[in-house]
């Protein structure tokens, strides 16, 4: 049996940690300090492989709880680090909300870096990538079924070191297609309402994943990115 302080516990403990589900609608919090995280650089398809790390449950910088360091090294310029998570095997969610704070100490050193909330379905994949390419200095969406990045007009502006930088991603999968809705920065909300075609997959079962990728410079030079609060939210 339960004890009452045990019960009390444990319903804190899912309050802070976990995923949370108000009628159709289900929200991850604190996915940067979940197990179950994978990494790969030759599947960011960079220039090269890069090193990489990742280190949770850091009490500095942060900016509630714990935070999560997100490290890229190596010597191959242009080599990118992706870090993912598979956060459920839903595959009717049609709407896409993604939410996360980073903080860098050395800025310049990257390239760029990648958000994606992602969903297979049963022979089609729908990917919601945004990149922000420091180096060409806009915002891009990606085009899953061309496989290629189209740039929006929004410019792409070099966070500031040792300041948290807040991104909410939207997107939709609307008619069978992949739509990119908005993206807010610090604040500021920009429409793009690009829409592109899933690309066909031979699976046969669903899943949502969650990503986060850095981004190598032309030197290559190591560099780490903290996260923290990320969330996720889909119905």
Not at 6 to 20: E, N, P
Request: hydrophobic share 40%.
């Amino acid at each position: 049996m339960i004890r009452y302080w045990q019960a009390v516990l444990l319903f804190s403990m899912m309050a802070w940690f976990g995923a949370h589900t108000a009628g159709a609608q289900t929200t991850f919090t604190n996915i940067d300090q979940m197990t179950g995280w994978k990494a790969c650089s030759a599947c960011a398809k960079g220039r090269g492989v890069a090193l990489y790390s990742m280190t949770s449950g850091l009490i500095s910088p942060i900016l509630e709880g714990r935070s999560t360091k997100f490290w890229i090294g190596g010597a191959a310029p242009y080599s990118d680090a992706l870090f993912y998570r598979k956060m459920s095997t839903n595959g009717t969610a049609n709407h896409f909300i993604y939410d996360v704070y980073y903080y860098y100490k050395d800025p310049a050193a990257s390239a760029g870096m990648e958000f994606s909330a992602a969903q297979h379905r049963p022979g089609l994949w729908y990917r919601w990538d945004w990149q922000c390419a420091y180096t060409m200095k806009y915002w891009r969406t990606w085009d899953n079924a061309g496989g290629k990045w189209v740039n929006t007009t929004v410019p792409c502006v070099r966070p500031k070191a040792y300041k948290w930088q807040h991104v909410v991603l939207e997107g939709q999968r609307i008619n069978g297609k992949t739509v990119f809705i908005s993206f807010t920065v610090d604040g500021v909300k920009h429409y793009v309402n690009k829409t592109f075609s899933p690309k066909p997959v031979t699976t046969t079962t669903s899943w949502v994943t969650f990503h986060f990728q850095l981004n190598g410079g032309s030197t290559q030079k190591d560099f780490s990115v903290w996260g923290d609060k990320f969330k996720l939210t889909y119905w």
